[in-house]
């Protein structure tokens, strides 16, 4: 009795060590592809991941154990911060007039929180359709549904993407990305009233982010100011 569940808690965690690595991997390959603007071949490669995810809760909650392994690098600012973000990339890439924070997130090769893993992951999902659900409106002819489609599914994997991030709650700039990029899928659908309130729930975040004293953090977001002026207009409008 006792070397069956031996051998059963050893393929477990084997089998969990290997899709652990797998996405990972799979992960780094839709940050590769956000990079390159080839958003379509991203939303692809971020749902194999978000399946892979899927396949790892599902192996965890029939392990008696715990699969997350917290490394050193157990912040996700921390992961943002090391994705190698250049101050000097020009955020206006997919073509939109709003800010959007798009650079994805890659994960580390040693282990990660599972719940760190989790936020990453599905982040870079939603990033990859609302980049994809850009793309596709820049056509002189495009499919409006297709279009509307990639955006509601970026805001339902943002919510998500900040629902697993709950637990971490010092992840300021985290926090603040997921926000924005939920404020602009708002507004490209044409919920003002919903943006809005996102916006304006971020000039607090970025007060705190000054008095914090996080001046490294906040250069990935400075171009958060050229979504000031619709926020204006429309309290003016009001």
Request: glycine share 4%; hydrophobic share 40%.
């Amino acid at each position: 009795q006792q070397f069956i569940i031996f051998i059963r808690t050893h393929y477990i965690f084997h089998l969990m060590t290997t899709i652990h690595a797998r996405i990972i991997d799979q992960n780094n390959v839709t940050v590769a592809f956000i990079r390159q603007h080839d958003f379509s071949s991203a939303v692809k490669s971020s749902t194999s991941a978000l399946r892979l995810h899927q396949q790892l809760g599902e192996t965890t909650s029939s392990s008696a154990g715990n699969s997350s392994t917290t490394s050193a690098l157990d912040c996700l600012d921390q992961c943002m911060l090391l994705s190698e973000v250049d101050a000097n990339i020009d955020d206006t890439a997919s073509g939109s007039a709003a800010f959007v924070y798009e650079h994805g997130i890659l994960l580390p090769p040693t282990a990660v929180d599972y719940t760190m893993m989790s936020a990453i992951v599905i982040f870079n999902s939603a990033l990859a359709h609302q980049l994809y659900a850009q793309q596709q409106q820049q056509q002189r002819q495009y499919d409006k549904g297709t279009s509307q489609y990639h955006l509601l599914k970026s805001k339902k994997l943002y919510e998500l993407a900040y629902v697993a991030h709950s637990e971490a709650r010092h992840n300021v700039l985290f926090q603040f990305v997921v926000i924005n990029n939920m404020a602009v899928a708002d507004l490209q659908s044409g919920d003002e009233e919903v943006s809005t309130r996102y916006f304006e729930h971020l000039m607090t975040v970025l007060m705190l982010m000054v008095d914090q004293g996080c001046t490294s953090r906040l250069r990935h977001v400075c171009g958060f100011l050229r979504n000031l002026p619709s926020l204006v207009a429309t309290a003016a409008a009001a």
